[in-house]
């Protein structure tokens, strides 16, 4: 077992690898993490520079693949991508789910086959609020696409980010659980988050507080370097921000990992690091 598979079967970091796929996004969230948007800067990670990463992260031991943005599926090249990832390790892609047409889910339909789940973002079970937030006919589309997704034996997980889940209305959570069981997403497959008060969400006015001691350590790559946490690449006035960064480089991807668990064995004694951030 290598130093770092033991520091994972340990705990000190987390087990899946993360990739920043792109910035740019169909959508403008209103507490976006990394302000994306259909015009920001791409930052593109490139899918070759995925695929040699996740190769190394598995000979190191890490057991899965987190795969995020900006929109992943606004790369023509993520079903593949995702499929080749889904051969290797459990991966997990994050998507908001609007751009699932009938070529899209064709080309997505192999990742049924695999240990794949799209987490998809739906946060009210009432289209206006949701679409407050996220932006114009989102709720349709993400209840039109999920069934046929799960139509089609596909993964699907649901991420609801609420700006604070302990005032959440339980009446209105139990209308939004309603809503994703009649969608075939069962309750262990729904995961609440608060907003974190990083990116657009700044400016908004938005969310709790998150540094190395509330953030899960799991290595985070990007065009940019490694990061902390896939919370942690974000981005505030178009500038990224560098207090969550590990390492600038991310080749080899042994010495961003040993970076990453260097800073988590410096932390202090009996820190909590979970509040509610999956």
Not at 195 to 200: F, K, L, S, T
Request: charged content about 25%; overall charge negative; some cysteine.
């Amino acid at each position: 077992m290598t130093a770092l598979a033991e520091a994972i079967a340990a705990e000190k970091i987390g087990g899946r690898v993360w990739f920043y796929s792109n910035y740019h996004c169909n959508l403008q969230c209103s507490y976006c993490l990394t302000e994306s948007a259909p015009l920001v800067k791409r930052r593109e990670l490139g899918r070759e520079a995925i695929l040699e990463r996740a190769r190394e992260a598995s000979a190191l031991g890490f057991t899965g693949y987190g795969v995020t943005g900006g929109e992943p599926f606004i790369l023509d090249y993520m079903p593949d991508l995702v499929a080749e990832l889904g051969r290797e390790l459990p991966t997990i892609v994050l998507s908001n789910a609007t751009l699932f047409n009938e070529r899209r889910l064709r080309e997505i339909e192999p990742l049924a086959d695999l240990p794949v789940h799209i987490q998809i973002s739906l946060d009210h079970p009432d289209p206006v609020e949701n679409d407050e937030m996220r932006g114009p006919e989102n709720f349709r589309k993400v209840v039109e696409a999920i069934p046929k997704l799960v139509e089609r034996g596909i993964g699907v997980r649901i991420a609801t980010t609420l700006d604070d889940p302990d005032a959440a209305d339980p009446e209105e959570q139990e209308r939004l659980c309603e809503l994703h069981r009649s969608m075939g997403i069962p309750d262990e497959d729904h995961v609440v988050r608060p907003v974190i008060n990083r990116g657009r969400a700044v400016s908004n006015e938005m969310g709790v507080l998150a540094g190395f001691e509330q953030l899960e350590p799991e290595l985070t790559l990007t065009a940019d370097g490694a990061f902390y946490s896939p919370f942690a690449p974000t981005v505030r006035g178009g500038r990224l921000d560098t207090d969550l960064l590990v390492s600038r480089t991310t080749s080899p991807l042994s010495a961003a990992a040993g970076s990453l668990v260097r800073i988590a064995d410096d932390l202090p004694a009996g820190h909590d690091a979970s509040i509610g951030i999956r």
